[in-house]
Each structure stands twice: as structure tokens, then as C-alpha cells.
């Protein structure tokens, strides 16, 4: 947006009242992909700045800004507060290609989840806080895979020659929306699975892309 615009972390209430602005970015630099505790009381969100990409976490009155990451001349970003509020997932290049990280809330002991070659991102914690899923480009197709929080047991649960990408969580668990172009889909369209793969079903049918959604 160059020096135009100024970006924000802003927070409301659910029926969109009380809109109050937390933290203004400075000019040429944006933030974006908010991800909240569950407790309401801090935020994380990718920060862009001279070409760098870090997360940050903010109190959600605006108080004690951080940088969790602090590299440079590597890409930070996608951060997703674990359910306990103890972990943060995130994607990162500082070792190679894009792979997924976890660190503690607080920015220390950071830990590397998928290899380093392989291209992986848009990494969300299961409810429980047990399983991640997350999109890999390791078979030189984005598919949709599932590992265990601690990286071990990584499955390919999509499988077909198009692009599987943004997959979310069912509250219940067991099951994941995600946006796809299979079925000869030009603009990609919003499917459903159980959490294993199974029982892949399709919930939109329009000429527009259809994505990012969420479960309630």
C-alpha cells in the first residue's frame, strides 16, 4: 500500500460495536493475519516491514508490543495461537524453504515441524490442540496433509492433481473445510472431509472462488 495507507490492529465486539484501534503500523509497513487467544488477552500477527516478515504478539489493550521472531531477510508469518494458549505455530523460510515452526507463546524455544524442502504453510491447530493441518507442496502438488502437534505422523490426506490450500477445523474435531479447484473447478470451491480424509464432499458450486471459511 506504500506510504498511502496506514495499517492497524483493530478489535470490536462480535456484533461490531466498540471499534478501537490497538496499534497503528508505521507508514510503508502493514500487518495482518491477526490470530487471538482464547483467553482474549494477547494477539499475533505477521508484521511487514523493509521487506521482512516477523510476528509480533500485542495485549488486546495495545500493551506490551513484541517481536517473537526478530530474524531478517526471512519470511515470518501465519501465526496461529495454539487452544491452550501456550504455543504458536508459524511458517518460515529462515532455514531454507518454507517449513512450519512452533515456539512458546512467548517467543522462546523455537522447533522446526516439517523438513526443510519441502514447501509447507497455512499450518492451524486441531481444537484439541493434538493435531495440526497444514498444505505441502512435497509431491509438486498442494495438498492438504495432517501431522501430530509435535511433527510426528504427517499424512496426505488430499489427493489429486490440483490445488488443495486454506484448510480449517470443524469445532467438533473431526472434520475439515478447505478450498480446492478438483472437479474441474476454475476458481476453487469449499469441500469437506473427516480430519482422516475420508468422505470428501463438495459445498459450493459458483463461478468465483470461494475460501478462507471457518466453522462457528
Known amino acids: ?7 492497524s490492529i483493530a478489535t470490536m465486539n462480535y456484533q461490531g460495536q466498540n471499534n478501537n484501534v490497538i496499534y497503528s503500523a508505521p507508514f510503508g509497513t502493514s500487518v495482518s493475519e491477526p490470530s487471538i487467544s482464547s483467553d482474549g488477552e494477547k494477539i499475533y500477527f505477521t508484521h511487514t516491514f523493509s521487506g521482512n516478515y516477523e510476528i509480533f504478539s500485542i495485549n488486546f ?57 519441502q514447501g509447507d504453510s497455512e499450518a492451524s491447530w486441531s481444537p484439541d490442540g493434538t493435531k495440526i493441518v497444514y498444505v505441502s507442496n512435497r509431491n509438486d502438488n498442494r495438498d492438504i496433509y495432517v501431522m501430530n502437534s509435535d511433527g510426528s505422523n504427517q499424512n496426505r490426506i488430499t489427493y489429486h492433481a490440483s490445488f488443495d490450500v486454506r484448510p480449517s477445523w470443524s469445532t467438533s474435531n473431526n472434520k475439515i473445510i478447505w478450498n480446492t479447484n478438483k472437479d474441474e473447478s476454475t476458481w476453487g470451491e ?27
Open 190 to 216: 469449499l469441500y469437506i472431509m473427516n480430519s482422516n480424509g475420508t468422505s470428501k464432499t463438495r459445498l459450493t458450486n459458483n463461478n468465483s472462488s470461494e475460501g478462507y471459511a471457518s466453522f462457528d
Open 61 to 117: 489493550d495495545g500493551s506490551d508490543l513484541n517481536n517473537l521472531t526478530d530474524t531478517s531477510n526471512f519470511y515470518e508469518e501465519n501465526p496461529k495461537i495454539s487452544p491452550d494458549g501456550t504455543k504458536v505455530l508459524y511458517t518460515s523460510s529462515k532455514e531454507g524453504k518454507q517449513s512450519i515452526y512452533v515456539m512458546n507463546s512467548d517467543g522462546t524455544n523455537h522447533n522446526r515441524l516439517t523438513s526443510l524442502d
Open 1 to 7: 500500500t506504500g506510504t498511502r495507507y496506514q495499517h
